[in-house]
């Protein structure tokens, strides 16, 4: 199964995919997402957020700053104030 991750500015939708796990800068530390992780609510620090397509490929990394990331049912969202 596949984690759906989602990352979002107020300007575009800057990435949409299916992915093994994404690694996100919490203002309370570093916290990474797998398929089926428990419902969570987190805001973001500026850093960079990790995301690997598969289980032992090198992430691709995408820097950001501030915003929010909720994970649900549906996958993990990341509402970013700017990306890239």
Do not use: C, Y
């Not at 199964?1 to 990352?7: G, I, V």
């Not at 428990?38 to 992430?59: E, K, L, N, Y």
Request: proline residues 6%; negative net charge; hydrophobic residues 45%.
């Amino acid at each position: 199964m596949a984690l759906h991750f989602e990352l979002v500015t107020p300007e575009k939708l800057v990435r949409s995919a299916e992915v093994w796990q994404v690694v996100v800068p919490g203002t309370d530390g570093d916290f990474g997402v797998l398929e089926g992780h428990a419902p969570f609510m987190s805001t973001v620090r500026d850093g960079s957020i990790q995301i690997f397509a598969s289980a032992g490929a090198a992430p691709e990394i995408i820097p950001v700053e501030g915003g929010f990331a909720e994970v649900n049912e549906k996958g993990l969202t990341v509402l970013a104030e700017k990306a890239g």
